[in-house]
C-alpha cells in the first residue's frame, strides 16, 4: 500500500517538534491540527473543556476504532535553557495518527464503520486521557488503538510489536511536620532527616512476588537551613513507586501507606503522603493484539513483527480501558531506533518509521472495515 507522501509527513513532524507546547497548554497545537485537517475535507470537533480535539470518517454500521495521539511535550533543561521539548516522541504520534486519517480518507468507499483519530492533552501528567474519557468522545468505541515511538535497545527499527506491556506508576508526594530544635540539645525534638533515612531504609525492605517487576525510589529529600545549629523537624520528600502489575501496585501503596503510619508513631511526629499521578499498567485485549500484528505483518514483513514487548515505563493510555473496559485496546510498538533514550533532551529517531506508522495503522483500521 502507498502511504501518504513522505516529504509531507516529515514536514508535518518537523512543524510539530519545533512548535512543542507542555501538558494542558497544547492551545495552539490543538488550532494547527484543526486547521491542516480542515484544509484536507475533515470536520474536526475541539474537547468542550481541555486542550485537543477528535476528528473521525465514517461509513457504514461497522465498528468504531479509535486511534489515539499523545499531544504534550516535556519541560526540561535543552543546552542549559529550560523549554518545552518534544523528548517522547509525541510529535511523531501527531503526524503519524495524521497521516493515517489522511491516507484512510483515500479509502473512504472501502470502510464500513468509523475511524476516530483522538489528540489527547496531558500525557506526560497521567491524567489527560481521563479528561478525554470524561469529553464522552471514547463511550461508543469498539477498538482503540495507540502508538509510540521505542527505543532502539527495546525493539529496534523496523521491527514492530502489537502491544506494549506498560507497567504501573505512582508519585508519592510526602511532608514531615515537627519542629526546628537547637543542634546542643538533640534529645528535645525528632530530626525530620533520621526520620527520612528511616522512611527510605523502610521502602528498601518492601518485598513482592519476585517474578513481577518492581522499583520504589525515593527521588527527592528536602530539609534544613543554612543554619547548621538547627535540626530540622519539617522535611519534604518524594517518591517514585512503579510495578508490572495493577495487583503489586495496590500491595505497595497499602505497605508504604503503614510504613508512614508506623513511623509517625515511632517518632512521635506527623507525617503525611500524597499519592498522585496514579498510572495503571496495561490491560491488553488478545484480538486487538492479533489485529495489530497481522496488520504489521502484512505491512512490513512477517520477520519484524512481534507479539509485544515488555517496559518499565507507563502511559495514561490505559485508562481508558479501564474506565471503559469494553473498548478493545493495544498500542504499537514502533520500532524507531530511539536515542539516547525517551525524555533524554536530545532525544532522536529514524524518521522512516513515520512512514511505518501510517502504512501499519492505515491497514489495522481497513482490515476491521472492509465490506
Not at 497521516?99 to 476516530?116: A, C, D, S, V
Amino acid at each position: 500500500m502507498k502511504t501518504l507522501d513522505k516529504h509531507e509527513l516529515y514536514q508535518l513532524w518537523h512543524y510539530l517538534h519545533e512548535h512543542p507546547e507542555v501538558s494542558w497548554e497544547e492551545k495552539n497545537t490543538t488550532t494547527y491540527l484543526m486547521d491542516y485537517f480542515k484544509e484536507r475535507g475533515f470536520h474536526p470537533k475541539p474537547f468542550q473543556i481541555i486542550p485537543g480535539f477528535c476528528v473521525e470518517i465514517s461509513s457504514g454500521t461497522g465498528p468504531v476504532i479509535g486511534l489515539r495521539a499523545d499531544m504534550d511535550a516535556l519541560w526540561q533543561d535543552v543546552d542549559g535553557n529550560m523549554q518545552a521539548n518534544h523528548s517522547c516522541g509525541h510529535d511523531a504520534h501527531m503526524a503519524i495518527v495524521t497521516g493515517t486519517m489522511i491516507q484512510l480518507k483515500k479509502h473512504e468507499h472501502q470502510l464500513n464503520g468509523t475511524i476516530r483519530a483522538i489528540f489527547q492533552p496531558a500525557e506526560e501528567l497521567g491524567n489527560g486521557s481521563v479528561k478525554v474519557v470524561e469529553e464522552g468522545v471514547v463511550d461508543d468505541l469498539d477498538y482503540l488503538f495507540g502508538v509510540h515511538v521505542r527505543p532502539k535497545n527495546e525493539i529496534a527499527f523496523p521491527t514492530c510489536a502489537a502491544s506494549i506491556q506498560h507497567g504501573a506508576c505512582v508519585f508519592v508526594e510526602g511532608k514531615i511536620k515537627g519542629e526546628d530544635h537547637h543542634g546542643a540539645r538533640p534529645h528535645e525534638g525528632e530530626n525530620a532527616i533520621e526520620i527520612g533515612s528511616a522512611i527510605l531504609q523502610q521502602i528498601q525492605n518492601i518485598h513482592t512476588p519476585p517474578q513481577i517487576p518492581v522499583s520504589v525510589t525515593m527521588t527527592s529529600f528536602h530539609s534544613g537551613s543554612k543554619n547548621l545549629n538547627i535540626i530540622p523537624g519539617k522535611a519534604t520528600f518524594g517518591l517514585d513507586i512503579r510495578a508490572q502489575s495493577n495487583e503489586v501496585m495496590t500491595e505497595i501503596k497499602n505497605k508504604i501507606t503503614k510504613i508512614i503510619e508506623n513511623l509517625a508513631a515511632l517518632y512521635g511526629v506527623h507525617i503525611e503522603i500524597e499519592f498522585l499521578d496514579d498510572v495503571p499498567a496495561a490491560v491488553i485485549n488478545e484480538e486487538a493484539k492479533q489485529v495489530l500484528f497481522r496488520s504489521i505483518e502484512q505491512s512490513i514483513g512477517k520477520e519484524h513483527a512481534r507479539k509485544g514487548i515488555l517496559t518499565s515505563g507507563s502511559d495514561d493510555f490505559h485508562f481508558y480501558t479501564l474506565l471503559r473496559p469494553q473498548i478493545k485496546a493495544t498500542m504499537l510498538a514502533l520500532g524507531a531506533d530511539v536515542e539516547p533514550g525517551l525524555h533524554h533532551p536530545k532525544m532522536t529517531f529514524n524518521k522512516n518509521a513515520l512512514e511505518h506508522g501510517v502504512t501499519i495503522l492505515t491497514e489495522t483500521c481497513l482490515n476491521l472495515t472492509k465490506r
